[in-house]
């Protein structure tokens, strides 16, 4: 079974940055596309960014492009999410899912795994 655990959320103010990381157990993690989403109160779950198998694609939201830069290190099984120029509106719990073989989806049905979130709160 295949587990992701997120970490690196918290309570920041408007102009400061977060770190996100999603560690995944198991052996094939670099055979998994992963991506990133968050959902606000009331919202639906929303893409944020994506990254294919070996790193070398990313794709972002335009609500996040040029602030946020998504990576991974398939060596430590772990993806990362870099939150800079954070706004009251990226307010959320973030979750990182995995796509078995994919090449990193912006629609929350191609995951297959997901993590239990972290909470992320900008104040203004």
């Known amino acids: 079974q295949v587990q992701l655990v997120e970490s690196g959320g918290g309570l920041v103010q408007a102009g400061e940055s977060l770190r996100l990381s999603c560690a995944v157990s198991g052996r094939t993690f670099s055979t998994y596309a992963m991506g990133w989403f968050r959902q606000a109160p009331g919202k639906e779950r929303e893409f944020v960014a994506a990254?294919?198998?070996?790193?070398?694609?990313?794709y972002y939201a335009d609500s996040v492009k040029g602030r946020f830069t998504i990576s991974r290190d398939n060596a430590k099984n772990t993806v990362y999410l870099q939150m800079s120029s954070l706004k009251p509106e990226d307010t959320a719990v973030y979750y990182c899912?995995?796509?078995?073989?994919?090449?990193?989806?912006?629609?929350?049905?191609?995951?297959?795994?997901w993590g239990q979130g972290t909470q992320v709160t900008v104040s203004s």
């Open positions: 899912g995995a796509q078995p073989y994919g090449v990193g989806s912006r629609t929350t049905d191609s995951y297959n795994y």
């Open positions: 990254i294919s198998r070996a790193g070398g694609n990313t």
